[in-house]
């Protein structure tokens, strides 16, 4: 496979170029990189995302509500190699990625995990910190609404 590889980058530099064939493999690693580093965030940084500290973690509340269900159209799907399924992957990592859509569908128990949707991922930008008290992520203009409250109550 190695010398498949080869070959082909040095046919594909003697066609078009070194520094063509350059410009198309970094800016496909650019995007598959970047695509790579969404899913891992969106699949554990989402509103209503299960954290526990060590003596209160519950292994099958962390898989199925600390990663979400990245309910993907079916081309992205498809290309993301249906890690949407990402709370049954935490689940049982060695569920074939061929079977976690079909496993999804077959156990009433994974129908409940609430899916995180292409549009309502875009929500995670703004979720930065845990917020302790009220056991949720949150951003960061609520630390304006703490510091309001905590200066209320200094005062008062």
Same mark, same amino acid.
């Given at each position: 496979?190695? !010398?498949?590889?080869?070959?082909?980058?040095?046919?594909?530099?003697?066609?078009?170029?070194?520094?063509?064939?350059l410009?198309?493999?970094?800016?496909?690693?650019?995007?598959?990189?970047?695509?790579?580093?969404? !899913?891992?965030?969106?699949?554990?940084?989402?509103?209503?995302?299960? @954290?526990?500290?060590?003596?209160?973690w519950?292994?099958?509340?962390?898989?199925?509500?600390?990663?979400?269900?990245? $309910?993907?159209?079916r081309?992205?799907? @498809?290309?993301?190699?249906?890690?949407?399924?990402?709370?049954?992957?935490?689940?049982?990592? *060695?569920?074939?990625?061929?079977?976690?859509?079909?496993?999804?569908?077959?156990?009433?128990?994974?129908? *409940?995990? $609430?899916?995180?949707? !292409?549009?309502?991922?875009?929500k995670?930008?703004?979720?930065?910190?845990?917020?302790?008290?009220q056991?949720?992520?949150?951003?960061?203009?609520?630390?304006?609404?703490?510091? $309001?409250?905590?200066?209320?109550?200094?005062?008062?």
């Open positions: 496979m190695n !010398l498949a590889i080869l070959g082909m980058a040095t046919v594909m530099t003697a066609l078009f170029g070194l520094k063509a064939y410009v198309i493999q970094l800016t496909v690693l650019l995007i598959a990189g970047s695509a790579g580093v969404w !899913l891992f965030y969106v699949q554990h940084q989402f509103e209503g995302v299960y @954290w526990e500290r060590r003596d209160d519950d292994y099958t509340a962390a898989a199925l509500q600390g990663s979400s269900f990245y $309910k993907l159209p081309v992205l799907q @498809w290309f993301s190699g249906n890690i949407g399924f990402h709370h049954i992957h935490h689940l049982s990592p *060695r569920i074939p990625n061929y079977h976690l859509e079909k496993c999804h569908n077959a156990n009433p128990l994974f129908q *409940r995990v $609430k899916p995180v949707t !292409l549009f309502s991922s875009f995670s930008f703004t979720l930065r910190l845990w917020d302790e008290q056991r949720e992520l949150v951003g960061f203009r609520h630390l304006r609404t703490f510091r $309001k409250q905590a200066g209320r109550a200094a005062r008062g």
